[in-house]
C-alpha cells in the first residue's frame, strides 16, 4: 500500500512533442505529490508538486494532472526540447511523515 | 549558496574496510536522508533523521549506520563494505514543506 508504481521505465520524445508520465499510488492517505528531476552526475531537483485539492497544475510548459478517483497523477510536458532529457521521478507524501515514497524513474530522452 | 555537500564525490573501496561518506547542510534544515540509487531501483531510503540527536531506519538499513550530533552533519558509516554496497549514494535534506535538496551524490565501488 506504500508503494508508488511510475511507468513507463524509458521515454524517447521528438523535439516539439508531449511527453507524459505516469505514477499510480494505493495510500489514500498521501497529500502531496512531487515530481523530481535528475540530470546526469546530479542530484534529483524538484520540478513541481501538487496537492490532491487540484486537478492540475501548470508551471510553464510541464503539467501535473491529478485524479484523486483513480488514484493516479501524471507528469505531462508541452513541446519537450532536447534539454528536458533527464529521469524524473514521481513521489508521494503523507501529512506529517516527511519520507517520500518514490516511483522507480523515468529516463526520458528527447530527440533533436 | 552551497546547499548539501558529499564528500567524497567518488570512492573505490576494497571489501571489508570501514567507509564514512560525508554530509554537510548550511539551510538549517531539521530532517536529513541518506538514499542509494540504483539504475532500475530508484531512490531507497537507507537512514533518516528528522531532527539532531534522533535516527531512524529506512527501506534497506542493513550494513549502515548514521548518527546526528548537530543540525548539519549528517554522516553514513558502511563498517565492513561489501560488493552489494556498489552504488550512489545521496544525502538530502528537506523543509517544513517536504521539498527534498539533494546533494550530487558519492559514487562508491566495493571491490
Known amino acids: 500500500q506504500q508503494q508508488v508504481k511510475q511507468s513507463p521505465q524509458s521515454l524517447i520524445v521528438q523535439k516539439g512533442g508531449i511527453s507524459i508520465i505516469n505514477c499510480a499510488y494505493e495510500n489514500t492517505a498521501f497529500d502531496y505529490f512531487p515530481w523530481y528531476q535528475q540530470f546526469p552526475g546530479k542530484g534529483p531537483a524538484l520540478l513541481i508538486a501538487?496537492?490532491?485539492d487540484v486537478s492540475e497544475k501548470k508551471e510553464g510548459r510541464f503539467t501535473i494532472s491529478f485524479n484523486k478517483s483513480a488514484k493516479q497523477f501524471s507528469l505531462h510536458i508541452m513541446d519537450s526540447q532536447p534539454g528536458d532529457s533527464a529521469t524524473y521521478f514521481c513521489a508521494a507524501l503523507a501529512g506529517s511523515n516527511y519520507q517520500l515514497i518514490w516511483g522507480a524513474g523515468t529516463k526520458l530522452i528527447i530527440k533533436p | 549558496i552551497a546547499g548539501i555537500t558529499q564528500a567524497p564525490t567518488s570512492q573505490i573501496l576494497a571489501a571489508g574496510r570501514r567507509m564514512t561518506l560525508r554530509c554537510t547542510q548550511d539551510m538549517r534544515h531539521n530532517a536529513m536522508y541518506w538514499y542509494r540509487q540504483d539504475l532500475g531501483l530508484g531512490l531507497r531510503l537507507i537512514h533518516y533523521s528528522n531532527t539532531a540527536g534522533t535516527t531512524g531506519k529506512g527501506e534497506v538499513p542493513d550494513g549502515y549506520s548514521v548518527s546526528r550530533a548537530n543540525t548539519d552533519d549528517f554522516p553514513l558509516t558502511l563498517a565492513s563494505a561489501v560488493p552489494s554496497q556498489t552504488s550512489v549514494y545521496f544525502c538530502?535534506?528537506?523543509?517544513?514543506?517536504?521539498?527534498?535538496?539533494f546533494g550530487e551524490g558519492s559514487r562508491l565501488t566495493v571491490l
Open positions: 538530502a535534506s528537506s523543509d517544513m514543506t517536504g521539498e527534498l535538496f
Open positions: 501538487i496537492r490532491p
